[in-house]
């Protein structure tokens, strides 16, 4: 063979290694490991003997011991004698719940705005650009600071709230409505619900086979509603009614009972989702302006109308360019939640923060919520990502 | 690996960096002395304690602390860097070395002084924590105070005290947390919050400052902590901290010596050999310190006693009109005494 050669043998031997350019590119990746992990290691060692020096406590030990200060709302039970760990875990479900809701909230608002500025009608057109326009142009702490002004100051004292209709009420400490009592029948109500849904799921299914193989459709949508609806109203029915509201009352300073969205939530969840709603919009009329004319040409040759050409043949391909911008979205949402600390709502950063100023391990403190909110943002991005795989284009 | 080294690996590269540059400092009069400002750390904005005026000059009683100890340290009360602080960033301000001492309303407390490694200064003002509510609630203690929805900033004693109080009493409260000084004020004038609490002192300024009119709120007679404030230094520098003792010392004491910065030149020819003592005349407790011997003449000269210093920012020079009450000297009835100049 041609390598047998001595040419050949000298090739195989290959220049020296220090004009190798894969051992040079090893060497250099090494070196730069090694730099960065003696950078971090300084650090990390500055940092404990300053630690040590200034006699500062260190470490997780903290977290058990009894938190003793009093949190506004929480989604669990909570009390000043309850440990660092659990006022931590309050947090955390306040900026998830926040997060949440404001998720599903900017999604269904920047849709629909998104859609509207696309709309033929001049009015819906315009009034959809103006908020976008507006709200996008504002920075988010103003407004948030703005909402819950308007919360705060519009609104009267508990002592003369507006009764919008019997126990729902609205003063300047929050929202407040009444809300059944738990019944065993409620249970069973959830369990019906389920039932509905997984119904209506299989509905659609059979009727997507049914119409591909014979043409004929079905009314799915009615159905799957009286589906999800009718069959928990069927059992509350069965069951006698048992509804027992408890209502809110006022007693002593405040409301008792019932359940109550306080302002600063609800200043948050607005402006969070008016905020973000407007880059969602803006991305979903990228993504239908992204869909060539020709396709929505091509559906109005067929006949369908414009609803269902905007459902069935225009969003489906418009959300391929839609997903990937979306998730940077919803990471900013849930990031901008930790606004929540400028007007009290306590949310995770808030409580952290407290925290960390009550025991003085600042640097415990903050380190939690960074690793709290990485992830977060590594989870949403994982599961979008996971979704843009399902609706990206499947070439073959 | 467990999280905890993660989140420790973490938390050290986050602060690494700004610690980093502290680790050789020195004694922080040398560092004073060669940049020639003491960095102090005061409030955000107080009335009676820190406000800056119309041409952003700081003013107030925990200002005058700050100049006092320029004035003992370099003979003139313009050689502060005034550093506005949170309740929430002071502690981290001085354990970095951001600023050399704390002027800001601290509570001395066992907690701080020991984890979160700080000393504290002789206690410059005597407060306790109370409740200011509306007159129209018709609220006339703090017992009355069940369900109450009340203002509070984060990250201090009066959190921790409000908690205690409630749980004490078998009450229940909800807080509404908010950190800056304007909007919690603000929350709490548009009737977000029923009560508003904080040092008894601070609630006074707010109720005069700040109320659209102040005849509408009060004042509930409970104290249902004591607030005892002082500045604070870290620890591990003793010259600094004694320096920072006896200044404050020297304030009260001149007070009670009658020294005033009116007198102070003519109490230099004093037969009193511890006036004579404290002004430097005769010499050694500069040098023990190691200031300069006018250390406490500077002081008084230019900043005045303990006296005047509460009269010119809280007391009855003011519209603050606090009584000395707790903050009077030991001789009239109050807590306030300076241990022995010699």
Known sequence: MATDTASGTSRLRGPAPWHDPRIRSVVWQILFVGIVVALVAFLVHNTLVNLRRQNIASGFGFLDREAAFGIGESLIAYSPADTYARAFLVGLLNTLYVSALGVVLATVLGTVMGIARLSSNWLIRKLAQVYVETFRNIPLLLQLFFWWAMLRVSAPAPRQAWELLPGVLVSNRGFVFPVPIADPAHRWMLLALVLGVLGAIALKRWSKRRQAATGAQFPTGWVSAGLVLGLPLLVFLAAGRPIDLDWPELKGFNFVGGSAVSPEFAALLIGLTVYTGTFIAEIVRAGILAVSWGQSEAAMALGLKPGRRMRLIVLPQALRVIVPPMTSEYLGLTKNSSLAVAIGYPDLVSIANTTLNQTGQAVEGIAMIMAVYLAISLIISFFMNLYNRAVALVER | ?342
């Open chain 2, 1 to 342: 690996m467990t999280i905890n080294d993660i989140l420790g690996g973490l938390m050290i590269i986050a602060v690494g960096l700004g610690l980093g540059g502290t680790a050789q400092a020195g004694p922080t009069l040398d560092k004073v002395k060669q940049t020639g400002q003491i960095s102090c750390g005061v409030p955000t904005g107080q009335v009676g304690f820190a406000t800056p005026d119309s041409q952003g000059r700081w003013g107030g009683f925990d200002i005058d602390i700050c100049k006092a100890l320029s004035a003992a340290i370099f003979g003139a009360v313009d050689k502060v860097k005034y550093v506005p602080l949170t309740a929430q960033q002071r502690f981290t301000a001085l354990q970095s070395g951001e600023v050399d001492v704390l002027s800001n309303n601290t509570t001395d407390t066992l907690q701080r002084d020991t984890e979160l490694g700080l000393n504290f200064a002789p206690v410059v003002f005597y407060d306790g924590q109370g409740f200011l509510v509306s007159k129209k609630l018709g609220v006339k203690n703090a017992k009355e105070l069940n369900g109450a929805t009340i203002c509070v900033s984060p990250g201090t004693t009066t959190e921790l005290n409000l908690a205690d109080y409630f749980r004490a009493n078998k009450m229940d409260f909800k807080p509404v947390v908010i950190e800056k000084v304007d909007e919690l004020r603000a929350a709490f004038f548009s009737g977000r919050c029923d009560v508003l609490t904080g040092d008894a002192s601070a609630l006074n300024a707010t109720r005069l400052g700040q109320a659209p009119n102040p005849d509408d709120y009060v004042i509930l007679p409970e104290r249902i902590s004591k607030e005892p404030l002082a500045p604070v230094v870290r620890h591990g520098d003793d010259q600094w901290d004694d320096i920072v003792r006896w200044v404050v010392y020297a304030l009260i004491e001149a007070e009670e010596k009658g020294i005033t910065s009116r007198n102070v030149d003519e109490k230099l020819k004093s037969d009193d050999p511890n006036i004579k003592r404290m002004l430097g005349v005769t010499p050694g407790m500069g040098k023990a310190l190691g200031l300069d011997e006018k250390w406490a003449y500077n002081e008084i000269k230019l900043v005045g006693n303990y006296g005047e210093i509460f009269d010119r920012n809280l007391g009855k020079d003011t519209e603050l009109k606090f009584e000395r009450g707790l903050n009077d000297l030991w001789t009239r009835g109050g807590l306030m005494y300076a241990m022995p100049i010699r």
